[in-house]
């Protein structure tokens, strides 16, 4: 007997709080996979920075999002952005221990699977494709919020003559909420879930429209 299909809406509303919980996992994963790479690349973390911080600009860097220095004096203040994949050597030490592919596509793989695992974890529920899509798309649910928190957690001030002076380096704000949060969870996790759809054994015997 060939079970109904699934609305959009209510397959999401069903799965609400795995799609989160798989949002969140994918973000602290992609993270600490960052933080052993750069470990690996042997990054120097004498700076006040520290290696927490350092690691999330380059996990924010990952994402193709930029790094933006404001600098203050005074009332003056100048603000530029620094990409970390072009200038390593101004922001961080990393070496070419790890190649800059892998960095770049620990977003997209954590992401990926997260869909795809998402999708097969409820693969008993009759499902049709877009279904599929944005089961996997909703992992934003969990990735966004940390996303925004991430992007002011990782910012980083020095000063010095009594706080009159000083530098300030995060990433970009806008990027990060549409890049980090919103981009990359949304398409990687529909990729990862349509490709454990389109994988099922029974997705072709038991979906049919």
Not at 69 to 97: K, P
Not at 176 to 202: N, R
Request: with cysteine; hydrophobic share 50%; net charge negative.
């Amino acid at each position: 007997m060939v079970t109904q299909p699934q609305r959009v809406g209510d397959r999401l509303r069903q799965n609400l709080t795995q799609s989160l919980l798989f949002g969140v996992l994918a973000y602290l994963l992609g993270y600490v996979v960052t933080v052993v790479f750069v470990l690996v690349d042997g990054v120097d973390f004498g700076g006040e920075a520290g290696w927490v911080k350092v690691a999330g600009w380059v996990f924010y860097a990952a994402h193709t999002v930029k790094m933006e220095i404001t600098g203050f004096a005074g009332d003056r203040s100048g603000v530029r952005t620094v990409s970390l994949f072009d200038g390593f050597s101004e922001l961080t030490s990393l070496t070419d221990a790890v190649p800059e592919i892998l960095y770049l596509l620990v977003p997209i793989v954590v992401l990926a699977g997260a869909g795809f695992v998402l999708e097969r974890r409820v693969a008993d529920q009759a499902v049709t494709a877009p279904a599929a899509a944005a089961l996997g798309a909703s992992v934003v649910v969990g990735y966004l919020p940390l996303a925004v928190v991430g992007q002011l957690f990782f910012s980083h001030t020095e000063t010095g003559l009594g706080g009159s002076v000083g530098v300030t380096i995060a990433p970009e704000l806008v990027p990060s909420v549409l890049l980090v949060g919103l981009v990359y969870p949304l398409v990687c996790g529909t990729v990862g879930a349509v490709l454990a759809h389109q994988t099922t054994p029974s997705s072709t015997a038991d979906y049919r429209p």
